[in-house]
C-alpha cells in the first residue's frame, strides 16, 4: 500500500481504545485528516468520543470492546465482516496503580491485569481482527519506548516495561508468522512519548497537541512499508 493508493474514497482506520487520552486524540487528528474513522470504547455510557461524533457524523463510527474479552472480539468482528480498513491500529493499554513497586512487589492479581491488557490483548485483537485489513495495509499497537529492552539503563516502572516488552516480543513472532501469508503487509509497534494522560500523569514531558500529529503522521508514513519496525512518534528505530 502506497499514500498514494491507500483508498478508493477515504480511507478507513479502525482505532481500538479510543474513550479518552491518546486515542481520543488520534480519533480527532485521523478525522480532521479526512479518514474514515471506526473507533472502540469499552463501556456502554457516554465518552468523549460520543461528542467528538457530533461534529463528524458521516465519519466516526463508534463501536464496543473491552479487548480483553475475546466474546466482545469474536462479536465486534461479525459486526464489522464485510469491511475492509486500510489501518488497524489498537492504543488500548493501562498501567499498574504504583508505578514505583518492583516486580516483586506488585500483586499477582495486578501483574496478571497489566500483561493481560497490555500484551496479551492486543495480539488477540490483531488476530481477531486481522482479516478486516487490507492484504497491504497496516497493524499498529501502540507500544511504549519502556518496551525497550536495549535502552533500559536506568530501570523503574519495571511492571509496565515487562508487558510492553513482551507486547513487542509476541508482535515480532506475529511479524515472522505474516510475512509468510501477507508479505506487503505493514506492522508497527509505537512509542509515543511521555504524554500528560490519565497514564501518563500530570508530570508527563508533553501534551496531547504537541505529540498526536506526529503520531498521526508516522502511522500514514509507514503505510506505504512492508515488515515490522518499533518506532518513535517521529519515526526514528528503537533498538528492541
Ligand atoms: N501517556 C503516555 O505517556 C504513554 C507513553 C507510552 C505509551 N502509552 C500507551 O498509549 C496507550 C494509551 O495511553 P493513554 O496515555 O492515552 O492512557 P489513558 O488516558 O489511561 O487511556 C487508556 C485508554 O485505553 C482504554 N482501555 C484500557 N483498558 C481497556 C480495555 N480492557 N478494553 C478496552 N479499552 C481499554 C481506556 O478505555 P476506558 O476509558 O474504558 O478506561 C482508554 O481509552 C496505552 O497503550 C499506553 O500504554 C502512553
Avoid at 488497524?88 to 492479581?109: K, P, Y
Avoid at 513487542?168 to 504524554?195: D, F, T
Wanted: charged share 20%; aromatic share 6%; glycine share 10%.
Amino acid at each position: 500500500m502506497t499514500e498514494s493508493n491507500l483508498h478508493p474514497t477515504a480511507p478507513h482506520l479502525l482505532l481500538i481504545g479510543a474513550s479518552r487520552g491518546i486515542g481520543l486524540a488520534m480519533a480527532e487528528e485521523f478525522l480532521r485528516r479526512q479518514w474514515l474513522v471506526t473507533a472502540t470504547v469499552r463501556g456502554t455510557g457516554q465518552t468523549a468520543l460520543h461528542d467528538l461524533s457530533g461534529l463528524y457524523p458521516q465519519k466516526l463510527t463508534i463501536e464496543q470492546l473491552d479487548i480483553t474479552q475475546t466474546t466482545q472480539l469474536n462479536a465486534l468482528h461479525k459486526r464489522l465482516k464485510g469491511r475492509r480498513f486500510d489501518v488497524l491500529f489498537i492504543n488500548a493499554g493501562t498501567s499498574n496503580h504504583n508505578q514505583d513497586e518492583t516486580i516483586a512487589e506488585v500483586s499477582t492479581e495486578e501483574f496478571t491485569h497489566l500483561m493481560i491488557t497490555n500484551a496479551l490483548s492486543p495480539m488477540r485483537a490483531t488476530e481477531a481482527l486481522e482479516d478486516l485489513v487490507h492484504a497491504d495495509g497496516l497493524i499498529g499497537i501502540m507500544s511504549s519506548g519502556q518496551g525497550s529492552i536495549g535502552n533500559n539503563t536506568k530501570g523503574g516502572k519495571e511492571v509496565y516495561r515487562g508487558t510492553k516488552a513482551a507486547l513487542n516480543q509476541y508482535m515480532r513472532s506475529y511479524a515472522v508468522r505474516e510475512a509468510q501469508i501477507h508479505p506487503s503487509r505493514s506492522l508497527l509497534l509505537l512509542a509515543p512519548g511521555w504524554i500528560r494522560t490519565e497514564l501518563g500523569g500530570s508530570d508527563a514531558a508533553f501534551s496531547l497537541e504537541e505529540t498526536i500529529p506526529d503520531i498521526v503522521s508516522t502511522i500514514e508514513g509507514r503505510c506505504s512499508k512492508s515488515g515490522l519496525e518499533y518506532l518513535d512518534r517521529f519515526g526514528g528505530v528503537i533498538p528492541w
